[in-house]
């Protein structure tokens, strides 16, 4: 959308709706609360013997402390200056590495691996090192692998970077949020300017190929005028990738979050134009709006996957690979074979005691059904692509339930669409996470959608 071109407010109240973000489908509240975890080893079993040798595996691997509490963040994480911590938490990760292996049938082809948090760098470069040897062990890395990590500005050194390098990760991934010092204080994130520089030039000393720069736009403070000059100073340094996600507010779910003073918070409309300032900002600078929430330098692979019409999403987010199968691990980490989901015990002392005696700690999750399958995909197409075909074989369902929701859309001019398919507008754009619900067969009001999932704006 061009810099003169705004977004019509009464869109804006209209489609300003709880739903969710679509790392999932169907989303992890309509999961059922106690997987049968039996059917989730035989699901995990036979679709590992089908993908491994063929597309390689995807690990993600959740490492949840954290010396000091941001107060946006929404995320499972444990708060604790005490590193004691570490070793213990390696010690059943390595456990459940080890039950996992016995249900696979040959070495696993590790094609992509994520460390996420909570804050990975929160962890020594020696415990790094020690959980990277322990999953590679009798593992084979694919040669085209793709190893990225979170890394917090204020406490990633240059060993980390090392080690890190030495394992064979290439990306790294910070969390800068935000410049402006009384967003970062009330946000309880003081990280100086001068430490985002100074990683990311050590990051690219060390030889990693593609930084990438989380912004937050909506939290309590911002101004127009201080997302530009964020958006303006971090393009200086010129990440490959810039992730710049919606403040999720959800206070009955996050506890920090109840500190703000809400009327710090700025109105749908005005959190809109803090995105287009920002978007426009960052065309301005070079990079290509790729997809929900994310923009990429063209040479970087992320541009290139999108540009092929090849990006996939998952719990990690945008991704260029599709192994067909995700395992995570650790505390609240979530599994996708495809055909079923897994979400390991969220709190610590459950997830311990899981491992500790032997047996998996999965405890939430779901059996997709063919419907499920087919109307993912059409989730992921168009957070994707912005663009889906619909198949002949779901005609019934897509006239009975979706169209008639696909026409207010058409109406409110934010998609084409026909019998063959649906292409989002510009305008479109803005409202992808709306879009992608018309496609939602569990999202029937039931639930308390309100109580569940952050506005879509």
Known sequence: MMQNEIVNPLLVRKYNQPVPRYTSYPTVPYWQEVIDRENWENSFRKRFSEENHVHGISLYIHLPFCESLCTYCGCNKKITTNHSVEEVYLSAIEKEWTLYRKLMNQAPVIRELHIGGGTPTFFSPRNLDRLFTSIFKHSIIHPKHEFSIEGHPNNTTVQHLKVLYNAGFRRISYGVQDNDPDVQRIINRIQPFENVKYAT??????????????????????????????INKVSGLMPDRIAYYSYAHVPWASKGQRLFDESNLPSAEEKLALYIEGKNLLLHHGYADIGMDH???????????????????????????????????????????????????????????????????????????????????????????????????????????????????????????????????????????????????????????????????
């Not at 992921?380 to 019934?396: H, N, V, Y």
């Open 295 to 457: 923009f990429a330098l063209p040479a970087d692979d992320l541009y290139k996957a999108w540009d092929k019409g090849k990006l996939h999403r998952n719990f990690m987010g945008y991704t260029t690979q599709n192994t067909g199968i995700l395992l995570g691990l650790g505390v609240s980490s979530i599994s996708d074979t495809g055909n079923a989901y897994a979400q390991n015990e969220k709190a610590l002392h459950d997830y311990y005691e899981q491992i500790n005696k032997g047996i998996l700690a999965v405890r939430k999750g779901y059996f997709l059904s063919n419907e499920d399958r087919s109307f993912k995909k059409y989730i992921l197409d168009i957070s994707c692509k912005g663009q889906t075909e619909f198949k002949p074989a779901d005609k019934e369902i897509l006239e009975g339930f979706v169209f008639p929701k696909l026409e207010g859309l058409q109406t409110d001019k934010l998609i084409q669409f026909s019998e063959a398919g649906l292409q989002l507008t510009p305008q479109g754009h803005y409202f992808i996470r709306n879009i992608c619900s018309a496609f939602d067969l569990h999202l029937d009001g039931t639930k308390n959608e309100r109580a569940l999932f952050s506005k879509s704006i």
């Open 201 to 230: 030039e050590k990051a690219r000393e060390t030889g990693f190929q593609s930084v990438n720069f989380d912004l937050i736009y909506g939290l309590p403070l911002q101004t127009t005028e201080t997302v530009r000059n964020t």
